[in-house]
Nanobody
Framework: HVQLVESGGGSVQAGGSLRLSCAAS????????MAWFRQAPGKEREGVAR????????YYADSAKGRFTVTRDNDKNGLALQMDSLAKEDTAVYYC??????????????????????WGQGTQVTVS
């Protein structure tokens, strides 16, 4: 049974930084796609960044490029998201998600949240 658990959310002033972590358990950490999504109140869930765990290739939403960095977290068998230069518009619940079909990671399908079959409970990020 695959489980994802996020941590590292919190409150920060605009311009500050946060690092989110996602610990994964219950599966073999090999050749899949792991992603960060976020959802603000009243808005659709949107992709932020993702990584193909086999190749290490990373992909970012335009809103995240140059500010956020997604990496694998080998200690937690999961991934991390370093968020710098945070803005109020980044306020949302951030979710870690797993897509087993790694071949979809780099394309449009990798940006669609309904493609992901495993989700964490989410962690709140508030930027003021």
């Amino acid at each position: 049974h695959v489980q994802l658990v996020e941590s590292g959310g919190g409150s920060v002033q605009a311009g500050g930084s946060l690092r989110l972590s996602c610990a994964a358990s219950g599966y073999t950490y090999n050749r899949n796609c792991m992603a960060w999504f976020r959802q603000a109140p009243g808005k659709e869930r949107e992709g932020v960044a993702r990584i193909a765990t086999g190749s290490g290739n990373t992909y970012y939403a335009d809103s995240a490029k140059g500010r956020f960095t997604v990496t694998r977290d080998n200690d937690k068998n999961g991934l991390a998201l370093q968020m710098d230069s945070l803005a109020k518009e980044d306020t949302a619940v951030y979710y870690c998600a797993l897509l087993r079909q790694f071949r979809f990671c780099g394309g449009v399908l990798g940006t669609i949240w309904t493609m992901y079959g495993v989700w964490g409970q989410g962690t709140q990020v508030t930027v003021s």
